[in-house]
C-alpha cells in the first residue's frame, strides 16, 4: 500500500513539475524584437554554474544580428541572419547555410527572456 501512495504522490509531483517548465509559444517576431544582452548559458536546467556569456542579441525587421562573441580571447560580429516564428518556436538561421537552430520560449517578461535550445541548453537575457 505504501509503494502505490509513493507512486501516486512521485506521478502527481511529475504533472506539477512539467508545467512548471512548460515551453511558452511564440504568436509573433514581435515578441522577440528588441536588443537583448545574453547573461549566461546553461547545458540544463539541473546544472549549478552558468556559464557567463557576453553576446548581444538585436531582433528587427525579420533578421538577428548577434554581436561580442567570444572566440579564443578575441570577440567577433555575426552578420545579420534570418529568423522566423514557426510552431510557436523561434528559428533563426546558421550563418552560410540552409538550416536553422531552434529555441522554445520559456519565460519572457519585459526585462527578461529564458530560450531553450533544441538540444536542451538554456539562455538567459536581460533586455537592453
Do not use: C
Not at 4 to 12: E, K, S
Not at 39 to 49: M, Y
Not at 84 to 97: M, P, T
Amino acid at each position: 500500500m505504501k509503494r502505490i501512495n509513493l507512486a501516486a504522490i512521485l506521478l502527481i509531483l511529475s504533472v506539477f513539475t512539467s508545467a512548471v517548465y512548460a515551453d511558452i509559444t511564440l504568436q509573433s517576431k514581435e515578441e522577440v524584437e528588441g536588443t537583448w544582452k545574453l547573461q549566461s548559458t546553461k547545458n540544463s536546467l539541473t546544472d549549478k554554474e552558468a556559464i557567463p556569456r557576453e553576446d548581444t542579441w538585436i531582433f528587427k525587421g525579420g533578421k538577428v544580428t548577434i554581436l561580442h562573441i567570444p572566440r579564443e580571447g578575441k570577440f567577433y560580429d555575426q552578420p545579420p541572419v534570418n529568423y522566423e516564428i514557426e510552431d510557436g518556436k523561434l528559428k533563426v538561421a546558421l550563418v552560410g547555410s540552409n538550416r536553422f537552430d531552434v529555441f522554445s520560449l520559456v519565460e519572457k517578461d519585459d526585462k527578461s527572456m529564458t530560450l531553450k535550445g533544441k538540444f536542451g541548453g538554456y539562455y538567459y537575457f536581460v533586455k537592453k
